[in-house]
């Protein structure tokens, strides 16, 4: 497919969970010409309100998302899905003189996006279904601790409890000897959307203290119990197909959450080991940003309270080289 000429506009507000991208997206969105697209693979699910901290319907009402509210909560949502979601609405945003912009800290939904699908090994049955048997008897994060000693790369990028990246990262390691990020692209391509070439700019949120940022995101998941966080677990598991097992629940907080309600970990467990989840989250994203097009983002610094004002002047000055 030949690539058209003339770049249209596409912009990334993206950082660790809990430095304010939504909020300052929304900000941002009530006074220009912005066309808000959730790169947040949690946001994604219906009924993950509280725990995904999820605008408000007034909040939406006032700065509509896409990709928000999109699937059940027992559907499994992948990177492959986003792209071909985002692509959609992006190139409905051109349509009607918008600018569409992606918000969310999702890395593998961004970097399929904006990096393209690589086209990775075939699965091997006979790797995987090792791997699973050796799952159900040591436990996920066992496995993830043999990524780790396997290809330590792919480790710090994917969740303990993220079973299905896990297994797949294994397998390519085992099948090709090669780490799965070495079937990655690059990113430093130019970057296009069904042909269409991208002028890009990218906002990165960044703590200007990581303690504070740790002191912050306690304190969120500390509002989300305040807010009814157990009620929102306690009636999603009335649900008759949705398991642990299914991709929503196995995010943060709500994996604790039904481990909790299982009696599997005790009220004090479940909240360390979801702030500590969360952390550990935020650690990842932080690490991917350093490097990924880390010559051409534009980092600001969040310190207590969200940076309207300079992301006004990015904005700013985005709008007035692309329009």
């Known amino acids: 497919m030949s690539m058209s000429a003339n770049p249209r506009p596409l912009l990334v507000i993206t950082g660790p969970t809990g430095i304010g991208k939504t909020d300052l997206a929304m900000a941002l969105g009530t006074e220009s010409p912005l066309r808000v697209i959730s790169a947040d693979s949690v946001m994604v699910y219906q009924h993950l ?121 294994l397998e390519v390691r085992i099948v090709t000897g090669e780490s799965i990020c070495s079937f990655w692209s690059g990113g430093q391509a130019d970057t296009s959307i069904g042909g269409q070439a991208v002028d890009l700019s990218v906002l990165a949120l960044v703590p200007s203290d990581r303690e504070q940022l740790k002191d912050r995101l306690n304190r969120r998941f500390d509002s989300m119990l305040d807010r009814g966080f157990e009620a929102e677990v306690a009636a999603l598991r009335q649900r008759p197909q949705l398991t642990l097992e299914c991709p929503s629940m196995r995010s943060v907080g709500y994996r604790q959450m039904w481990q909790y309600l299982d009696g599997d970990l005790s009220e004090i467990e479940m909240k360390e080991q979801a702030k500590a989840s969360t952390r550990q989250l935020a650690k990842r994203q932080l690490t991917w940003l350093r490097s990924w097009r880390a010559d051409t983002n534009t980092f600001i610094e969040v310190s207590d309270s969200i940076p309207v004002e300079k992301g006004k002047a990015w904005l700013s000055g985005v709008l007035d080289r692309v329009l």
């Open 49 to 169: 309100d509280i725990g995904s901290a999820k605008p408000t319907s007034e909040e939406l009402a006032a700065c509509p998302h896409d990709l928000i509210d999109l699937v059940p909560p027992e559907h499994p949502f992948d990177a492959g899905q986003f792209v071909a979601h985002a692509e959609t609405f992006i190139r409905s945003a051109w349509e009607y003189g918008q600018v569409p912009c992606l918000v969310g800290g999702t890395i593998m939904y961004l970097k399929s996006l904006l990096d393209g699908l690589d086209a990775l090994p075939a699965a091997d049955p006979v790797i995987r279904e090792q791997i699973r048997s050796r799952a159900e008897s040591e436990g996920w994060p066992a496995m993830h601790a043999w990524l780790k000693d396997l290809d330590s790369e792919a480790a710090a990028l994917i969740h303990p409890n993220h079973s299905s990246r896990i297994e797949r990262a």
